[in-house]
């Protein structure tokens, strides 16, 4: 049966060497339009909120992990789309948001504001990740390369894709997206450039169990030639990206 398309928008998604469409669904299309998110719109086309929602195949009802969500973009997309019936846990590391801590600020401000009553904050040691139940969606954007660097701890990325593994509900998604770094360079400017290697990433994360069930070029920029940080002016907001969409295969 046709999906029913609420949007001429299309993804285009690549699952190993095939491309195909996808229309948005009128769920998606009513969480973007949502008031609280009024003052993410102006970023909508740049970070391709809608699509990427799209490509991680998001639903009502599902409960989704968003970990270090920072201002909170992808946190108040998803509670619009998993709705009433599902629920969204923002996980922080737990010494970034402690008591009195800006941090803490930041996690509580993304609770319980009128039209995100679904989203939960989930202090949570990097090491030992716990959550109340597993989930069906755990996404993370451009953390993954803080993984083994000093402000994180130093976290291993397959022994953190383990974890994440282990908190997936069977055919459950892990979705990431990073900066690019150039071919070769491995994890040596993860904490340089805030970059990662995607073969690598992606190597690690297979490690852990997962399989690849896609992949995307929305956030690609062949302008960018990988030897800036991330936060340079010159390329802020406009990196070439990559888009890893893994599966925990069904029992």
Not at 10 to 22: G, K, N, P, R
């Amino acid at each position: 049966m046709m999906r029913k398309a609420v949007s001429a928008a299309v993804i285009t998604l690549l699952a190993s060497s095939v491309a195909y469409a996808a229309p948005l669904e009128n769920y998606i299309s009513s969480a973007m339009t949502a008031p609280i998110r009024q003052g993410d719109r102006a970023d909508d086309t740049r970070r391709h909120g809608a699509e990427i929602a799209a490509l991680a195949e998001i639903k009502p009802g599902e409960h989704v992990a968003d970990f270090l969500p920072g201002g909170g973009y992808w946190t108040r997309i998803f509670s619009g789309i998993v709705g009433p019936e599902g629920k969204v846990l923002d996980i922080w590391p737990a010494d970034m948001v402690t008591p009195g801590s800006k941090g803490e600020i930041r996690m509580k401000a993304l609770v319980g504001a009128p039209g995100t009553e679904n989203v939960a904050a989930v202090p949570d040691d990097l090491a030992h990740l716990t959550l109340p139940a597993p989930v069906d969606v755990f996404f993370t954007s451009q953390n993954l390369h803080d993984l083994p660097t000093p402000f994180l701890g130093n976290v291993d990325i397959t022994a953190f894709s383990k974890q994440v593994f282990d908190l997936l509900k069977p055919g459950g998604r892990f979705v990431v997206i990073d900066h690019v770094a150039a071919p070769g360079t491995g994890l040596s400017e993860t904490n340089t450039l805030h970059r990662i290697d995607p073969e690598v990433a992606k190597k690690a994360i297979l490690n852990a169990g997962f399989t690849l069930k896609s992949e995307s070029k929305l956030l690609s920029n062949p302008k960018d030639d990988h030897h800036l940080k991330v936060f340079d002016p010159a390329i802020r907001g406009k990196t070439d990206q990559f888009i890893f969409v893994f599966i925990k295969p069904e029992l």
